[in-house]
């Protein structure tokens, strides 16, 4: 996760315009599609590990992860929300709103580091 996540914030270089170019733009929207997938792997394999349930979408292991006090709601909501984008990037990439795309790399990316380590604290 850490590292795809690296590899965005390699790429995009505080730079939005890198985003046009469409190299790069595939493979930051690939690198935040394999964050996610980890960041959704390590959800259900806590919840497998500890036997907290089945989750029916992605996005309930989440909800279950906040149920059992392992991550803060505050946290549920915005993995929830990069698990959306991701589900949208993985749908259609030429559909991908490049401003989404902007927010997503600067203020939520971060995010699913702060889940690994919320995760890790439990």
Known sequence: M?????????????DPD????????????LNIQRACKAAIDLSIHI???YHFGVPQ????????LFDKGIINDSMKVKVKNIEGFRHLASEDCKKIN????????????????????QILNY
């Open 98 to 117: 490049l401003n989404k795309l902007k927010v997503t790399i600067e203020k939520d990316l971060g995010d699913l580091s702060l889940l690994g380590k």
């Open 57 to 64: 979408t992605y996005k309930d292991s989440f909800d279950i």
């Open 2 to 14: 850490e590292r795809c996540i690296q590899k965005v914030y390699i790429v995009y270089d505080d």
């Open 18 to 29: 890198h985003l046009l170019d469409s190299v790069k733009q595939d493979s930051i929207v």
């Open 47 to 49: 919840n497998a590990e």
